[in-house]
């Protein structure tokens, strides 16, 4: 697929259809591919991430036709994006808020930076599934059935596969970022235990601490690639 002329990159080519609506009612946005779902992107179901939107955003905006297997979703918490807030407008941790067989009421702490103490509480919902962006999540990925899930986060610089994949070993090689089995701490809850329930690979790709025009330079070609690969 050749790149779209740069001076059309500042927009989206296509329109997204809707999977879903926020708390708050905002849009749950997806971009589907042309053929067979086999892979699915998501960036920013921690609003405080918009980095992995920025990025995943550019690298959409590079491609001259739909991605052939991929389905594209930029903003899985888009309350907390607009309102730079990690959980979503309840409050809510969504990434650990996922009905799987571990998930716990207690609150979730997290660091505010890389440095600092894990000390900022956030609920894991009411319930497994209780936030209207997770149980929309699940339900598309019901719907769009892909071999394998790309989630985007930041900032702890790996690529997260427990299954040591194909695509994960890809990944690794692609950014240079090292690839581990799991992110060093228990994750109740989080969408990679509740995917590996289901038997769907997640494999979390995590920028590390970077500029703006860094995090472009280093990870929208990787993406580009990720959208357009046949595989
Ligand atoms: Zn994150």
């Known amino acids: 697929m050749s790149p779209r002329p740069r001076s059309e990159q500042g927009t989206l080519a296509r329109e997204p259809e809707l999977y879903g609506r926020s708390h708050l009612g905002n849009p749950l946005e997806v971009w589907r591919p042309s053929g067979v779902c086999r892979l699915l992107v998501f960036a920013a179901i921690h609003g405080d991430e918009g980095e992995t939107t920025a990025a995943l955003s550019r690298a959409l905006r590079q491609l001259t036709a739909p991605s052939p297997h991929c389905a594209v979703v930029l903003a899985s918490n888009p309350d907390g994006l607009i309102r730079g807030t990690r959980g979503n407008a309840r409050s809510v941790e969504l990434n650990r808020n996922f009905p799987s067989s571990d998930w716990q009421a207690d ?3 997290h660091r505010s930076t890389l440095d600092a ?3 900022v509480a956030l609920s894991p919902g009411d319930a497994p599934a209780s936030e209207p962006e997770t149980r929309a999540l699940i339900q598309l ?5 892909p071999e394998a899930v790309v989630a985007l986060h930041a900032p702890l610089a790996c690529i997260d596969d427990p299954n040591d994949s194909d695509l994960g070993r ?5 950014t240079g970022l090292p690839l581990v089995p799991d992110v060093g701490y228990p994750t109740p809850g989080s ?3 509740w995917g590996a329930e289901q038997g769907l690979p997640v494999v979390t790709y995590e920028f590390g601490l970077t500029t703006p025009d860094d995090a472009v330079r280093e990870h929208v070609p990787v993406l580009v690639e990720l959208l357009t690969r046949s595989v």
């Open 117 to 119: 103490p894990r000390d």
């Open 191 to 193: 969408f990679g235990t």
């Open 170 to 174: 890809w990944l690794a090689e692609r």
């Open 107 to 109: 609150p979730v702490l």
């Open 141 to 145: 990925i019901g719907e769009l059935e």
